[in-house]
């Protein structure tokens, strides 16, 4: 008896790579979507954190329900970048989750790396959730506890 008598046919090599490489596609798409998760109703925000002082500053975001994630250490004289969105509704800060959901940022505190309980002290961020620009810096120092001037916006040439 024929194999193919049933009328199942095997499926050719060509679609078995196609289907192979659209697989791949969609699997390396997938970690970029929760980045994406923004929607039409936020756009996004990079604060970058300079670090004015003479030793190691660290840097922590706090969520609401006491979630806190370290955003990194910043050498003197060096730089730290936060990519946050904002939403356009209220200019509520947030991060997405990894499952996509938005993480809401209630304040970013920065303190000496060695003595952090001490010097910490959270970073304005009025301007921008006031604001409307895609980047803002700021600047702390430290002197006895951390101080960090408000954002401003950074323009690209």
């Given at each position: 008896m024929n194999?193919?008598?049933?009328g199942c046919k095997a499926a050719p090599p060509v679609g078995r790579?196609?289907?192979?490489?659209?697989?791949a596609i969609v699997?390396?798409?997938?970690?970029?979507?929760?980045?994406?998760?923004a929607g039409l109703d936020s756009h996004d925000v990079?604060?970058?954190?300079?670090?004015?002082?003479?030793?190691p500053m660290r840097c922590q975001i706090l969520f609401g329900h006491f979630v806190v994630t370290e955003?990194?250490?910043?050498?003197?004289g060096g730089d730290l970048a936060i990519a946050l969105f904002r939403q356009d509704s209220d200019g509520a800060l947030w991060i997405a989750r990894a499952d996509g959901?938005?993480?809401?940022i209630e304040t970013i505190d920065c303190g000496a790396a060695a003595r952090w309980t001490e010097t910490r002290r959270q970073i304005?961020?009025?301007p921008a959730r006031a604001g409307r620009e895609p980047r803002y810096g700021t600047t702390c120092r430290l002197e006895g506890a951390v101080t960090c001037e408000e954002p401003m916006p950074v323009h690209q040439p």
């Amino acid at each position: 008896m024929n194999a193919n008598a049933g009328g199942c046919k095997a499926a050719p090599p060509v679609g078995r790579l196609y289907a192979l490489a659209l697989a791949a596609i969609v699997a390396l798409a997938l970690p970029s979507l929760p980045a994406r998760a923004a929607g039409l109703d936020s756009h996004d925000v990079i604060l970058s954190i300079t670090n004015a002082s003479g030793e190691p500053m660290r840097c922590q975001i706090l969520f609401g329900h006491f979630v806190v994630t370290e955003a990194g250490t910043i050498p003197p004289g060096g730089d730290l970048a936060i990519a946050l969105f904002r939403q356009d509704s209220d200019g509520a800060l947030w991060i997405a989750r990894a499952d996509g959901r938005r993480m809401m940022i209630e304040t970013i505190d920065c303190g000496a790396a060695a003595r952090w309980t001490e010097t910490r002290r959270q970073i304005p961020l009025l301007p921008a959730r006031a604001g409307r620009e895609p980047r803002y810096g700021t600047t702390c120092r430290l002197e006895g506890a951390v101080t960090c001037e408000e954002p401003m916006p950074v323009h690209q040439p």
